[in-house]
């Protein structure tokens, strides 16, 4: 996950960073600089997100039972 940041909260950490001495920003530049160096991309397969319905049965029966399961507004209990 990324986070995008704006300038003037860019700013605002430069500022307090400025304050840092020079061994911990130079350690801090090179964590940053690492954490840019991906190197190898990681693929992703737009394929793993979808697939088909997957069912032994018949299209009736699904609807059938798709119907079967409603509850209209009528039959619903009195909770008073």
Known sequence: ????????T?????SFLTKLDN?????????LTES????DEVKFDLRS??????DSRDSDEIIKQI???RI???DLPDFQ
């Open 10 to 14: 860019i700013d605002k950490y430069f």
């Open 67 to 69: 119907r079967e399961s």
């Open 23 to 31: 061994r911990s920003k130079k350690k801090l530049i090179i964590k």
């Open 72 to 74: 209209e507004k009528h």
């Open 1 to 8: 996950m990324s986070v995008a940041l704006t300038s003037k």
């Open 36 to 39: 840019i160096e991906t190197g």
């Open 49 to 54: 997100l979808f697939g088909a319905w997957v």
